[in-house]
């Protein structure tokens, strides 16, 4: 186990070199961790994004048949600017049992991991293969893990269990909530604050559709699954942001909302978004449009993101729970990529090392220990790939 450590510490310091925010390019990393998993004979596949500067990973040891088990973690991290860092984030500190820098724990220290075992699973793999998937911009949509379940859909690929090795204390987590963002764009008609009647307050506008928001976000709370097991187990909205005007005496003509759900369930996500459509179309639009015809509300959509749905029957579950030890599953209130592989027919977990409350804050780190247990599962996974 030493030897096991000392290689995840060492390709750790590595990772977190590479300065892989979600606004930068991963490709440097990528391409690091598809020479090491080439190095040790498996069959890597490279996917850039459209813009060239971003790509995932996935790769396989063992035979090319369906039912594999995949290692899965996003290779982005959060930014650090404007955080109060007491050491370099993108150098590796090892202090009083902790591993510091950017991505350690979210989640670096378990792709780590699942690397430095890769040599141990070339040797023991037999009819089951496993499969690493390293994404790009989790951060900001899942945008990566969406794109390569196209990928592996057009292949015809068929993982049968995923484990993603989000940050959890190496608690086993069955299921969490999808996170739906958006951001919603008015076009009003500017003009004197003098004359607020000819013109359209694109502000005025957005401030009824929040309270449109607010109204649903209370309903929400009555469509909660019995015996749900979320906290709060209903689906929520959350209002982000606000933007618009430029004086007090303009009418302003633009305005933006920044704003989320995040659903326990699919029907929720479309009676939010059919009752917020009837109320642009036949409350707000018609007014905004008796002024000025050319006025309109549109909605980008940020990123859907399933949530991850818990199961009766979960080999995913089952096989963590035999190599952790572990007697139950939890759910958490975070999202992850896990909903996206179970989209596609994996049994799927979080599972991995570190805690939340580390990720995204300055001098993120990841405690010692943790990355011991890691290692202990992946290591009984690859004893379990042998037998």
């Not at 993982?159 to 993603?164: K, N």
């Not at 009003?188 to 929040?210: C, F, I, K, Q, T």
């Not at 399933?306 to 958490?332: K, Q, S």
Request: aromatic share 6%; glycine share 10%; net charge negative.
């Amino acid at each position: 186990m030493q030897h096991a450590l000392d290689d995840t510490k060492a390709l750790l310091r590595h990772l977190i070199a590479f300065p892989t925010v979600s606004t930068d390019s991963n490709l440097a990393m990528i391409e690091f961790l598809a020479d090491r998993l080439e190095g040790v004979g498996a069959k890597v596949e490279v996917h850039a994004d459209p813009s060239g500067t971003k790509a995932n990973l996935f790769a396989t040891l063992g035979p090319e048949v369906d039912g594999g088990i995949l290692l899965s973690g996003h290779s982005d991290v959060v930014p650090v600017a404007d955080q109060d860092w007491t050491t370099d984030p993108f150098e590796m500190v090892e202090r009083d049992g902790r591993l510091y820098g950017r991505g350690t724990c979210d989640m670096k220290g378990f792709i780590a991991a699942a690397v430095a075992m890769a040599p141990f699973y070339a040797e023991k793999v037999k009819d089951r293969p496993i499969h690493f998937a390293f994404t790009h911009d989790e951060e900001t949509g899942c945008l990566g893990a969406q794109a390569l379940a196209q990928v592996l859909r057009a292949q015809g690929v068929r993982p049968g269990v995923a484990i993603i090795g989000e940050p959890t204390l190496m608690r086993i987590i069955e299921g969490h909530k999808g996170c739906y963002e958006y951001t919603t764009h008015f076009t009003g008609l500017e003009g004197h604050g003098s004359g607020p009647d000819r013109g359209v307050n694109a502000v005025e506008y957005a401030v009824r559709y929040v309270g449109r928001l607010l109204e649903l976000k209370e309903q929400l709370k009555a469509r909660a699954p019995a015996q749900g097991r979320f906290d709060p187990p209903w689906t929520t909205i959350n209002t982000g942001a606000l933007v618009g005007g430029v004086a007090h005496n303009v009418i302003p003509g633009k305005a933006r909302v920044d704003w989320e759900m995040r659903p326990v369930q699919a029907g929720d996500a479309d009676f939010v978004k059919d009752d917020l459509h009837h109320y642009c179309t036949h409350t707000l639009l018609p007014a905004m449009r008796a002024v000025m015809p050319e006025a309109d509300i549109v909605t980008e959509v940020i990123g859907e993101v399933d949530g991850l749905i818990p199961a009766d029957e979960n080999e995913a579950r089952d096989i963590v729970a035999e190599l952790t030890g572990a007697n139950g599953a939890d759910t958490v209130a975070f999202g992850t990529e896990a909903g996206i592989f179970q989209a596609l027919g994996m049994s799927a977990v979080v599972c991995g090392p570190g805690s939340i409350e580390q990720a995204h804050k300055p001098d993120e780190y990841l405690a010692l220990d943790q990355l011991e247990e890691c290692l202990v599962m992946l290591e009984r996974l690859g004893a379990k790939l042998g037998a």
